[in-house]
Structures are given as structure tokens and as C-alpha cells.
């Protein structure tokens, strides 16, 4: 079992790293988009500046906080795009029956799409989030936080997306809500909490997962606290197996449109 | 070259026009699904000035709350409204991919093809995202001080030329694919140039020696020019502003043909 496994886990490394690969044929194409990218990131730290000139904190946070907190949305963001792209428009594959080429390998369906393709721009989203981290204070234990809560971070955004992804099994028009969903995830994540109060907090922390990806981090990561730590796992760990399972289910529904193609 | 092939006559241009404009009405369901990403941007945004504002009375680089959220609700309204593929996404597809070989052989300027199709586009968008802002902003803000419905006609005037030059600009960019593979990060910097310091901001807000320099940059012409005359109309800002738009335009203008001219020159096709 724990053989399968790994070896499932080596097959999808290698699918990622032959999909970068394949990107870097063009290097001033590659390093342009990864640059430009950070750049692109960097420009919204104008905006930061402005509203903390008018003000000294922003919904409880402080500059440092914000950049923290971007740090992480930056990263996790980044680092699901990376990895597993396919899974934010896995409704166009179940739509036009592009799934076929995944069902006959021997390979996990849901991995084997999920690692398919590689966002080459997101390379930049992660490094900006390391390159803020440093920014607003290094330290081991800091960077130790702040890479654990990339991958929970990067589980719950790509849970979310393929959650909502797979309700295109039952709903043709569920890809628009979907990604409609996901982007309004991403623009919340980038925004202090204390500026959300009632009924929209309460969403934020129980209908999109923008809390427990990035708001209970940044709290943790500038106070330590163990119920918040171990929530946010648990959370990520229930969020991708409840994807997961509406997946598969979604899966039997599955029709192929007899569409011929081949992925080597 | 002869005035056939430059396409110089407006009437074939208003034709694409209003066949794109009858081809995307079908699409209005569609369109409207992109509401929630407007109000999910709008909705933060009110919850922000709801806190920097400390007092209603406060007044912020000149503008009170309503006027701030309104600004926003302008800009981002004009940043939806006119979001579509033609002239970022599709001069680059076609230069990319070659197609741009049969296009610019047919009777029409490519680049006032894609300008017409462009306009087409938005003028079903746009109308749809004013009407969703008029009823977030009547039901989550409230009216807009001192606001006279006289001045509608000339603030359209000021939207349509914003949209037009973005557009003109963004279609520079993409037709740099005749030199590099991929302009797309290009496009990325002039996005976030325009949303970051034109969409969230009135320029008034950002320091003296700043404000200078963005009102050379197209942010004063695209953003803030319609939205700055919505929420705060006064006629020495119009003519100002609409002066500025219409050099801008032909600026514009200029550096688009220009660019095309050179890069059609550098165009290499394999068969196909």
C-alpha cells in the first residue's frame, strides 16, 4: 500500500517537473513571465502604502501583518498553480469529455489530472511570498510556519477549486460559479479580517475558506496558539477529503463525447 | 498604400461592430455570472472606507465616504465593463498563431478591426455592470452628493473615449508579439499599474509629487478622468480632463499604427 502510494507520488514529481521543463524550452519567455509576475505582485504594496498613510492599522493589522499575509495568500496561491493547475478548469475537461485520456491510464485519476499542467507565472507568486516573508522578519521558526502553512494553504485553495470544479458532473453552468467562487476567494484573502464584521465574517470562516488558509495563519504566526494550529490542519485535511469524495462520486457520473486524444 | 487596403472607411468598421454587439447579446446570461466578482471587489471595498473613515463627516484627499466608495465603484465599474479578450488576448493569439497572415489581407485595417470588435464587445457589458453599480451603490451607499443628471451625456462622452484609449494602449502591448513570444507580462504591468494606482485611489490621495506624474500616465485619462467627473463634476475638470483624452487618443492612435506598421514588416509565416 505505502509502495503504491509512493510511487504514485514519484509518477505526479515527475509529471510536474517534465511540465516545467517543457516550459523552459523558451528561457527569456520563462524568466520574463517568473519575473514579471513578482513585479505585477509587488505593485499592490502601493496601495498598502497609501491606506496605512491614512491610517496606523487596517482592521488590526499592521503593515508587517499585511505583507505577511499577502506573503501567504502570494505562496499558497502560487504554489497550487504550480502543482496542480489542471484542477482550476477541471470543468472544462468533465464538459467537453476531456477526462478519457485520464480514466485508461495506470495512474490515480484524480492525481494524474490535478499534476497535468504547471502554471509557469504562479513560480513568481510563490518566490513573492517568500521574498515578503523575509521582508517582515526571517526567522527559522518563521520560515518553518510559514512553509507549513503554504502547503495547508495550497490544500484548501485547491480543495476549494476542486470541489467546486467537480459539481460540474451534475451542473453544466457549475464552472462559472466555480470560478467565480475561487477568484472572490483569492480577493478576500489578500484583506485584513478585522475589517469584515457578523454575517460576512462568519462566511469567511465557514463557507469560503478564507480563514482557515491564510487569516488563522497570519494569527498564528504573530501569536502562537495551539487550538488555532491544529484547527487549520484538521481542517485542510477534512476540506480535501470532502473534495476528494464529491470527485469520485461526480466521476460515476462521468460521459465520455468519444473525443480522440492522447497524453503521453 | 492605397486607401482600399488601409480600410479607411468608417462604414465597414460600424458593420463588425454591430455584428459582434448582436453576437454578444446572446451571451448576456453569461456576462452577468461575472456580477459576483464586481460585488465581491465592491463589497470589500465598502467594508474598507466603512473602517479608514472614523467619522461620516471625515473627508479623505477631499472626498467624503460616499464619494470614495462611489469613485471605486466607478473604476472598478469601467474595469469589468470593458475586461473582454479582443484586444489583449486575441491580437496576441493571432500574431502568435499566425492568423494575423489572413486577417491583415482582408479589406479592413486589422488593428480598427479589432478596435470595432472591441467596442462591440463592451457595449453590452458595460450598460449591464452600470446598472448592477447604480443598484449596489442605491441600495449599500447611497446617492452621491451633489450629484445633476444633466451632465450623463458628457460623462458617457468621457467613459467611451477612457475605454477607447485603454484600449489603444493595451493593443500597443499585445502587438509587441511581433518581437518578443510573449507579451502577456507586459500587459500584466499595465493592469496593475492602472488598477493600483487608478482604480482603488483617486490620484488626489497619493503624495503632490506623485500626482504629477500619474497625470502624464493614461490612469488620469482611463480611471480617473469618468470616474473623478461622476462623483465630483465641475466644468473647468471636464474640459480639462476631455482635452487631455482626446490627445491621449490621438497619441494613441499614432503609436498604434506605428508599432503595427513595423511589426507586420517583421512577420514571418510557416505554410499552414
Not at chain 2, 454591430?18 to 454578444?24: G, K, S
Not at chain 2, 467594508?47 to 484627499?61: N, S, V
Not at chain 2, 466644468?235 to 507586420?264: D, T
Request: net charge positive; with cysteine.
Amino acid at each position: 500500500m505505502l509502495t503504491a502510494v509512493r510511487m504514485q507520488l514519484r509518477v505526479c514529481l515527475l509529471s510536474v517537473k517534465y511540465n516545467i521543463m517543457r516550459e523552459m524550452l523558451n528561457p527569456v519567455t520563462f524568466v520574463t513571465n517568473v519575473v514579471f509576475m513578482i513585479l505585477n505582485d509587488a505593485a499592490i504594496l502601493v496601495q498598502w502604502f497609501i491606506l496605512f498613510r491614512l491610517r496606523g492599522d487596517i482592521g488590526g493589522y499592521t503593515m508587517k501583518e499585511v505583507m505577511l499575509l499577502w506573503g501567504l495568500t502570494a505562496a499558497s496561491f502560487g504554489l497550487s498553480r504550480v502543482l496542480f493547475t489542471r484542477v482550476f478548469s477541471l470543468p472544462e475537461l468533465i464538459i467537453s469529455g476531456k477526462l478519457d485520456s485520464y480514466l485508461v491510464q495506470p495512474k490515480n485519476v484524480l492525481l494524474s489530472v490535478m499534476t497535468s499542467a504547471t502554471n509557469i507565472s504562479a513560480i513568481g507568486d510563490f518566490l513573492y511570498g517568500l521574498i515578503l516573508l523575509v521582508a517582515c522578519g526571517f526567522s527559522v521558526s518563521r520560515l518553518c510556519l510559514f512553509l507549513l502553512f503554504t502547503v495547508t494553504g495550497t490544500v484548501i485553495i485547491t480543495a476549494f477549486a476542486l470541489l467546486l470544479g467537480s459539481l460540474s458532473f451534475w451542473f453544466v453552468r457549475a464552472d462559472m460559479l466555480g470560478n467565480q467562487m475561487v477568484s472572490g476567494m483569492i480577493s478576500f484573502m489578500t484583506y485584513p479580517d478585522g475589517i469584515f464584521r457578523g454575517i460576512s465574517r462568519f462566511l469567511l470562516y465557514f463557507v469560503i475558506p478564507v480563514g482557515m488558509a491564510v487569516y488563522h495563519p497570519v494569527h498564528i504566526m504573530t501569536e502562537f496558539d495551539v487550538k488555532m494550529f491544529f484547527e487549520v490542519i484538521g481542517y485542510a485535511v477534512l476540506l480535501m477529503a470532502a473534495a476528494m469524495i464529491v470527485f469520485y462520486r461526480g466521476l460515476r457520473r462521468y460521459s465520455s463525447s468519444s473525443l480522440m486524444e492522447a497524453r503521453m | 498604400m492605397s486607401r482600399h487596403t488601409y480600410g479607411v472607411s468608417g462604414r465597414k468598421y460600424v458593420v463588425i461592430y454591430r455584428a459582434v454587439l448582436m453576437e454578444n447579446l446572446q451571451y448576456a446570461a453569461n456576462i452577468a455570472m461575472g456580477f459576483f466578482g464586481y460585488f465581491v471587489f465592491i463589497f470589500i471595498f465598502i467594508k474598507l472606507w466603512d473602517y479608514i473613515y472614523q467619522t461620516p463627516e471625515e473627508l479623505i484627499a477631499g472626498y467624503t465616504k460616499e464619494q470614495m466608495i462611489w469613485y471605486v465603484m466607478m473604476t472598478e465599474m469601467i474595469w469589468f465593463g470593458s475586461n473582454t479578450g479582443a484586444v489583449a488576448r486575441q491580437v496576441a493569439a493571432d500574431i502568435r498563431g499566425g492568423n494575423i497572415a489572413y486577417l491583415m489581407n482582408k479589406p479592413y485595417h486589422y488593428t480598427l478591426y479589432i478596435l470595432a470588435k472591441y467596442t462591440g464587445e463592451w457595449s453590452i457589458r458595460l450598460p449591464m455592470y452600470m446598472l448592477l453599480a447604480v443598484a449596489i451603490g442605491a441600495a449599500m451607499v447611497g446617492a452621491i452628493p451633489g450629484f445633476r443628471l444633466a451632465t450623463v451625456p458628457v460623462m458617457i462622452l468621457c467613459l467611451i473615449l477612457g475605454i477607447t484609449i485603454n484600449a489603444v494602449f493595451k493593443m500597443c502591448i499585445s502587438l509587441l508579439s511581433f518581437w518578443i513570444e510573449d507579451a502577456t507580462p507586459f500587459q500584466w504591468l499595465y493592469d496593475k499599474l492602472i488598477l493600483v494606482v487608478g482604480t482603488v485611489f483617486p490620484i488626489e490621495i497619493f503624495p503632490r509629487t506623485l500626482q504629477a506624474l500619474f497625470k502624464l500616465t493614461p490612469i488620469y485619462t482611463v480611471c480617473y478622468g469618468p470616474a473623478k467627473l461622476v462623483v465630483d463634476f465641475s466644468g473647468e475638470k471636464c474640459i480639462e480632463i476631455l482635452s487631455v483624452q482626446f490627445l491621449y487618443l490621438a497619441v494613441g492612435c499614432v503609436l498604434m499604427f506605428l508599432i503595427y506598421r513595423k511589426g507586420v514588416r517583421k512577420l514571418y509565416v510557416n505554410g499552414g
